[in-house]
């Protein structure tokens, strides 16, 4: 999204040497597609939400937000792990392409010093996002990227009213 600079999500690509601080979390999600996406990689974005302002977080300079990206196409779950800013998380408004199919897996909160499964989100065509849950799959495929001793929690849903895209315009 132009304008939107700033995002105080990390992904995670090896072993950290210990947990997250008192203000971050790390969350784990499955990314998976049963079908051919079109087009030449397929992305699924989770926007930080604000509870208490019925809103997504953010300003046009910083915006923080899950975003998974992974070739278009077919292929099992992988499981992808970040350091997030504790607090809730929603599914964005930006997956227009691609809706959940029921509000299962729309949002979860995410409390400080935590590392959650936020769920496998899985492509299965008619623009379409089916939202699946299998921990001892989300803990196994994740292990290598977690710090030692981590043990892997699911993450409590949380209920949105609105969650629409932030827009930056010029």
Not at 24 to 39: F, N, Q, S, T
Request: proline residues 11%; glycine residues 8%.
């Amino acid at each position: 999204m132009p304008g939107c600079l700033l995002n105080s999500v990390h992904p995670i690509t090896r072993t950290p040497p210990r947990g997250p601080d008192a203000a971050r979390a790390i969350v784990v999600i499955g990314l998976g597609l049963d079908v051919p996406w079109p087009y030449p990689r397929f992305q699924l974005t989770l926007d930080e939400y604000s509870v208490e302002k019925h809103t997504i977080t953010g300003t046009c300079v910083h915006y923080n937000r899950i975003e998974i990206t992974r070739p278009a196409d077919p292929g099992n779950v992988t499981y992808l792990v970040y350091e997030v800013p504790a607090n809730t998380y929603v599914y964005s408004g930006r997956n227009a392409n691609a809706t959940l199919a029921s509000s299962a897996g729309l949002a979860f909160t995410v409390p400080p010093g935590a590392t959650v499964y936020l769920g496998d989100y899985v492509y299965v065509g008619n623009k379409t996002m089916q939202y699946r849950h299998d921990i001892d799959a989300a803990r196994s495929g994740a292990r290598a990227l977690l710090p030692p001793g981590t043990v892997l929690e699911p993450a409590a849903p949380a209920a949105v009213t609105h969650a629409a895209p932030l827009l930056c315009t010029p």
